[in-house]
């Protein structure tokens, strides 16, 4: 472990390379979650994941919610909603609209930007993004659940985190009441933590300060106790800003191509090997 690069395999299937100089929590992190069934020699300073015996992490969801096509298959790479609530804005106000594929690119980084992203360039001005977001939001406070499901598997390894009394909370660029709302509606049953979206004042993801709040709010110190589930590069940054260790699930936003070139600490390409990581 003391060299400059080194392989390590997984027992979930894949070998992953780290450098390093590049990032040595990234060892620590990918190490500690097989040293049940792997000896492997890590730095003395370095926390382990138990502590009494007793699991001490806290989990961040990013991405909960998924998009349903017709033929009723998991589709996370579109958001509908969004897309359709910020079409319905911009045609209101004379702008061209776009398909819902092309807003793929937008989303991601709050609805400002989104509106942002989605005028002219010509028009891309801080006083329009400003006149257009009461109007997008009160068309999606109305819609934002049209094509917005659960995706497949989340819902019981919810429950099953909650058994296992490990926090669970959310984190999300969606203003604050959106995502309020959108977890009430699909996860009643799930005691959250912490429920937090973009609030006034507040920097969006990647800036750590969603993880900060969180940590707060849920009465966690150690940024080594956080396991962050997200779906996207913005996920990933953030994490890296905050110090704590990403899970990136293919499922979602980014392509796995993607996420790989990042070298995340961990890929869960199921809910499956997301319930693996999380519980055992």
Request: glycine share 6%; charged share 20%; with cysteine.
């Amino acid at each position: 472990c003391r060299r400059d690069f080194f392989i390590f395999y997984s027992p979930y299937g894949r070998s992953c390379a780290y450098s390093l100089e590049w990032n040595y929590r990234i060892l620590h992190l990918s190490c500690r979650i097989d040293h049940k069934s792997l000896h492997i020699i890590i730095s003395s300073d370095l926390k382990p994941i138990y502590r009494d015996g007793e699991i001490v992490r806290a989990v961040v969801f990013l991405h909960l919610l998924g998009r349903f096509k017709i033929n009723l298959s998991i589709c996370a790479v579109v958001e509908t909603d969004l897309g359709n609530s910020c079409n319905h804005v911009l045609a209101g106000a004379g702008y061209p609209t776009h398909p819902i594929d092309a807003y793929y690119k937008f989303v991601g980084n709050g609805i400002a930007k989104l509106i942002e992203r989605a005028l002219p360039a010509d028009a891309a001005i801080e006083e329009n993004v400003q006149r257009l977001l009461p109007p997008f939001r009160e068309y999606y406070n109305l819609h934002m659940a049209d094509d917005t499901k659960p995706y497949r598997g989340v819902t019981e390894l919810l429950a099953a985190l909650q058994a296992a009394n490990v926090k669970v909370a959310v984190a999300s660029n969606k203003y604050q009441a959106a995502t309020e709302n959108l977890v009430k509606k699909y996860f009643p049953d799930v005691r959250f933590d912490a429920v937090l979206g973009q609030r006034d004042g507040v920097p969006v993801k990647p800036d750590p300060a969603i993880v900060n709040d969180i940590c707060k709010a849920a009465g966690i110190v150690e940024a080594n106790d956080i396991m962050y589930v997200g779906d996207s590069l913005v996920d990933l940054q953030t994490a890296a800003n905050s110090g704590v260790e990403f899970v990136a699930v293919t499922w979602g936003f980014s392509p796995r191509e993607a996420l790989l070139e990042k070298y995340p600490a961990h890929i869960a390409d199921t809910i499956e090997e997301l319930n693996d990581l999380l519980l055992k």
